[in-house]
């Protein structure tokens, strides 16, 4: 069974009436679904505890830096908005809500004007800081086992919030492309994660990786047909064998 464990939390889309309320209703529902994961962990792709814990991103990129040195942007974790790069990017270290706007972002860009608003907003939490990478695309490739298939979208290089949700037009722009980087680099991440099924963004630098980070539950439905049909093409490929 290919199995997505989700998230506990889903603040940003409004499922939660309130905050309080939300956190409480959260806390039930994780624990019963502990258990209902307990039960079926044995007949998944993936265990459900070993993708909640590589959904930890700052555990995953730690991890990820060690195992495969140089693949990852410069990135550190922060608890002072004072530590902040402009032009840098900035993420929250788990669930995403709102960092500087209206809308919650997975990550945005630091500004001068951002790291004010911060500051005067109160005490930070912690918070992942990365270098960001300029490149005209950007790549994610899914891979199931030994077979994966890799889809290119337009990097939004001027934008202040670079994630792809917040630009369907790039979503539109996908297209299916051989993966850049040999299969023994997603080989490598697998063993190094115990994955067998997981999606990977990242770019491409002069010719070189600079891995964004690892999605291990991930979808593909939201893509264009042509890009779907290749992704589910390599998903039966690895079924078949």
């Known amino acids: 069974m290919w199995y997505n464990p989700g998230s506990f939390e889903q603040l940003e889309q409004g499922w939660f009436e309130s905050e309080a309320n939300g956190r409480f209703r959260a806390r039930q529902f994780s624990v019963a679904l502990e258990i209902l994961e307990s039960v079926v962990a044995e007949f998944c ?10 959904a930890n991103k700052l555990f995953q990129l730690w991890k990820i830096s060690e195992a495969l040195p140089g693949l990852l942007p410069r990135t550190s974790m922060t608890g002072e908005f004072s530590d902040l790069t402009v032009g840098h990017l900035v993420k929250h270290v788990g669930e995403s809500r709102w960092i500087g706007g209206e809308k919650a972002f997975y990550c945005q860009v630091v500004t001068a004007e951002l790291i004010e608003a911060l500051s ?3 005490k ?14 950007e790549f994610r490739s899914f891979v199931f086992g030994h077979e994966e298939a890799t889809v290119r979208f337009p990097h939004a290089r001027l934008s202040p ?41 990242y770019m491409m630098v002069e010719d070189r990786l600079r891995l964004l980070e690892v999605n291990p539950a991930f979808g593909f439905a939201w893509l264009p047909a042509p ?14 064998s």
């Open 45 to 54: 792709v993936d265990r459900p505890d070993v993708m909640r814990r590589w």
């Open 120 to 122: 005067a907003a109160g």
């Open 124 to 137: 930070p939490l912690p918070l992942i800081t990365q270098e960001r990478v300029h490149a005209d695309h």
């Open 161 to 201: 919030v670079p994630d792809l949700q917040f630009h369907p037009e790039h979503v539109g722009q996908a297209e299916v492309v051989p993966a850049p980087v040999g299969s023994r680099v997603w080989s490598e991440l697998g063993e190094t994660l115990g994955l067998s099924f997981f999606s990977v963004d």
């Open 227 to 240: 890009c779907v049909d290749a992704i589910a093409g390599a998903l039966s490929r690895h079924l078949s």
